[in-house]
């Protein structure tokens, strides 16, 4: 059925569910709560139309469309975009689309492993290459710096932070196991994103760590990483920490703890010029010595006295 010859509700033509095709490159694979979505459909109808190319095929709005389709919709409203797009614009337009409308609330968000695989199919329709990942290019300081260049452009075209279009695309180097959990919901991306700047011996320790869900937030891994960076002594500490069964007041010692030995290790006595800040600082952290020999004589009861 040519264009001309579907009838027109304002802006938007009523299309023949039967002539829809969806785009097989569309970045986004899942789709969730599309029962709910048929739920709005039926109660307040299509809000929104869909999006077709020439040939409709599916440009925006397949979780619509399938919802329409599981209530037996015969048409649907849809705009007809004929701009002959080449693959590179046409997905970049989908990848801006559906973070919009993440961010707008009007759509389930994007999983961050479709993500990173539709930054990754962005990358290859820019360069015309194909892309293997960024493991073997560690030790190629070179290579690594062009393919990350590419990413950081195609972010800017975007509008997206640079730092966390990278952040997904390393996810992708990540075990399977790892990614079907962040791509389930099932752990938080930025949790394993962190890691990625953990010590190699730690690395794989520290992904166990969240698997069991033992962190509360992506700050203490980060916290954990620079504690493990910085004082390599701490790292068995580190592993074998399990926040999840702390109790509020213990966490809050151990991280404040670790705060302290950070800002210490930073700023060094000498580096601090004002010298009444200087006398102020050791003063401090002399009375808080007195406080923590205090404290840990307090442990010391009868009762371990007994059991030594």
């Not at 539709?118 to 290579?143: C, H, N, P, S």
């Not at 938080?188 to 992904?207: F, G, I, S, T």
């Not at 991280?255 to 050791?282: C, G, H, M, S, Y």
């Not at 952290?285 to 404290?295: A, S």
Request: positive net charge; contains cysteine; glycine residues 4%.
């Amino acid at each position: 059925m040519n264009i001309e010859d579907l009838p027109k509700n304002k802006n938007a033509y009523i299309v023949p569910m039967e002539l829809i095709t969806r785009d097989p490159l569309n970045p986004r694979k899942t789709f969730n709560d599309i029962d709910g979505l048929k739920k709005t459909l039926k109660e307040v109808g299509l809000l929104q139309p869909i999006t077709l190319d020439k040939n409709y095929q599916l440009i925006i709005g397949e979780r619509r469309w399938r919802a329409a389709s599981e209530l037996g919709w015969t048409e649907i409203a849809a705009y007809i975009d004929t701009t002959a797009y080449t693959p590179y614009e046409r997905i970049i337009r989908q990848i801006i689309e559906n973070i919009q409308q993440s961010t707008a609330g009007s759509g389930m968000h994007m999983n961050p492993i479709e993500l990173a695989r539709a930054w990754v199919t962005a990358w290859e329709f820019k360069t015309g290459k194909k892309y293997r990942g960024i493991k073997q290019l560690k030790e190629d300081e070179a290579r690594l710096g062009g393919v990350k260049k590419v990413f950081l452009e195609i972010a800017r075209e975007v509008g997206v932070n640079k730092d966390i279009v990278w952040a997904q695309v390393c996810l992708l180097d990540e075990p399977k196991k790892l990614q079907e959990k962040i791509k389930d919901n099932q752990l938080r991306w930025a949790y394993v994103a962190e890691v990625a700047r953990a010590p190699r011996d730690m690395k794989k320790q520290l992904q166990k760590k969240i698997m069991k869900d033992e962190y509360h937030n992506s700050k203490d891994v980060r916290r954990d990483i620079t504690l493990a960076k910085t004082f390599p002594e701490q790292v068995d500490s580190v592993i074998a920490r399990n926040r999840g069964k702390e109790t509020t007041e213990v966490n809050r010692i151990a991280r404040a703890i670790t705060d302290l030995a950070l800002a210490l290790r930073a700023l060094p006595p000498e580096n601090i010029k004002n010298k009444k800040q200087r006398e102020f600082v050791k003063n401090q952290v002399n009375w808080l010595l007195n406080k923590i020999e205090t404290w840990m004589v307090e442990d010391i009861t009868p009762k371990d006295y007994a059991t030594e």
